[in-house]
């Protein structure tokens, strides 16, 4: 197997992690010694070495791979280097834990460059531009993967998207996260606009491809990486080649998941995305559980019941609840209520829109 990663590209991905492990050297290089130049305590680089060592299983053979036996950076690039382009070793990844706790996540490369090469023969892109986490499993593969194949690859900070201008050309893929789009104005020169974490609102969307953006969202997950994709002009995902469809399962090679979401198939290959079996929804790019949502908003006084349900304007989806209040609770002193419990909980939990009244809001329950 030729090399997969090439130290250029997998350097932005040891800093990243360098910066996740130890949060006070943000943006310092990851170079020189360990405790001499980067100031590094002993369980610093305890932690730094199980990072690396599970994300380029390193521990699954040679002794040299140890990197604790090191002190200068350029022995561990060394040794992460070599791991990483090891066809017989994995790459892992953490999942999110938005819908339970992060777990550590195994991947072949085999299976990675599958998805790899795909995309390159799919995109026939000459460059791209990356504004998302390399570490994340869309990250590594549209950033480094793909990256490493192509004539150039630019990795930016998130909130660098003013930057897109001047330096993407129209052969270039643009790598990007949910809730970033909507800072997009044109001129907006490139071939093919990818979003990276959750697929982008059809408001936003739409916005975009008046502007003569054409993007595509991607369906997956840490666990089972790429598995479909969307054009922003379509309503249906569509399958990855190396994925079908069994019952309500999906199978690639030995590989088979139970999918989280209501989907409804138009035929073997195609689907629409209903809704999650957990009744778990996209606010912003966080998954958001509804019930969760209800169980906190019924915690202001005076509340008989309370219903939520996500709806679409300009900036993506949102929340609109309607509050049953008891007998005899005033609306305008419950309304001031609300507005001041508002103030205490998480942003996703919201809602931006309400109404208030004494009877119950059937309409939700058709």
Request: glycine share 6%.
């Amino acid at each position: 197997m030729a090399e997969i990663l090439d130290l250029e590209r997998l350097e932005v991905l040891i800093n990243e992690v360098f910066w996740k492990c130890i949060p006070r050297q943000q943006h310092i290089p990851f170079k020189g010694d360990l405790v001499l130049d980067l100031g590094l305590d002993s369980l610093e680089i305890l932690d730094l070495a199980a990072e690396f060592h599970f994300r380029f299983d390193m521990l699954s053979g040679d002794k040299d791979a140890y990197l604790l036996q090191y002190k200068h950076t350029k022995d561990w690039l060394t040794q992460i280097h070599k791991a990483a382009n090891d066809p017989n070793k994995r790459f892992g990844f953490f999942s999110s834990g938005t819908s339970g706790t992060p777990k550590e996540v195994w991947h072949s490369k085999n299976t990675l460059i599958e998805e790899r090469d795909f995309w390159l023969t799919y995109t026939q892109a000459e460059g791209l531009l990356c504004l998302v986490p390399v570490r994340h499993i869309y990250g590594f593969i549209w950033g480094l993967l793909l990256g490493s194949k192509l004539k150039q690859a630019k990795f930016l900070n998130q909130n660098e998207w003013h930057k897109i201008r001047e330096t993407a050309t129209d052969k270039d893929l643009i790598i990007g996260h949910p809730t970033a789009w909507q800072y997009i104005s044109p001129p907006f020169p490139h071939l093919l606009a990818v979003s990276s974490t959750a697929p982008i609102e059809k408001a936003l969307t739409d916005r975009l491809r008046h502007q003569n953006i054409k993007g595509m969202n991607i369906y997956g997950s840490t666990e089972t990486a790429g598995i479909a994709y969307q054009k922003w002009k379509n309503n249906h995902f569509e399958l990855l080649p190396y994925w079908k469809k069994d019952g309500d399962k999906i199978v690639r090679h030995s590989q088979i998941h139970t999918i989280p979401d209501h989907l409804s198939w138009t035929n073997q290959r195609e689907f629409r995305v209903i809704g999650r079996k957990d009744k778990m929804i996209q606010i912003g790019g966080e998954n958001v559980s509804i019930a969760q949502v209800q169980k906190r908003l019924k915690e202001v006084p005076g509340i008989r019941e309370v219903w939520v349900k996500p709806y679409e304007d300009h900036w993506g989806t949102r929340l609109y609840s309607y509050f049953q209040l008891e007998q005899g609770i005033l609306q305008k002193e419950f309304e001031e209520q609300l507005q001041s419990y508002l103030k205490t909980i998480p942003s996703v939990f919201k809602p931006r829109k309400w109404d208030v009244g004494y009877s119950s809001f059937s309409k939700f329950d058709k």
